[in-house]
């Protein structure tokens, strides 16, 4: 069994900066991908950002330029760098990723973290 566990969300102000984590624990050979998806009130879930073995990055055009996706491949963490927020980006934030195990290759998901852009 894999787990996932998202922390760094919280309040912040307009323009503010906020870092989200995302570690992978259980039986892991590899991770393929490793991403950030958000959902807004009322709206489905969108991808942020994402980031594959080799270090290639994927970014939703809402936030290129202002958020930056990272990885630890030896800690099976990822991470978000968000910067510049706008209100807009108040959503639960959720990890996503492509686990290689002992069954072949799954998707597992965290539980989420909720980011609020407010002043």
């Known amino acids: 069994q894999v787990q996932l566990v998202e922390s760094g969300g919280g309040l912040v102000q307009p323009g503010g900066s906020l870092r989200l984590s995302c570690a992978a624990s259980g039986i892991i050979f590899s991770i393929s991908v490793m991403g950030w998806y958000r959902q807004a009130p009322g709206k489905e879930r969108e991808l942020v950002a994402s980031?594959?073995?080799?270090?290639?990055?994927n970014y939703a055009d809402s936030v290129k330029g202002r958020f930056t996706i990272s990885r630890d491949i030896a800690k099976n963490t990822v991470y978000l760098e968000m910067f510049s927020l706008k209100p807009e980006d108040t959503a639960v934030y959720y990890c996503?990723?492509?686990?290689?195990?002992?069954?072949?290759?799954?998707?597992?998901w965290g539980q989420g973290t909720q980011v609020t852009v407010s002043s």
């Open positions: 980031i594959i073995n080799g270090g290639t990055t």
């Open positions: 996503k990723a492509v686990v290689n195990g002992v069954g072949g290759s799954s998707p597992y």
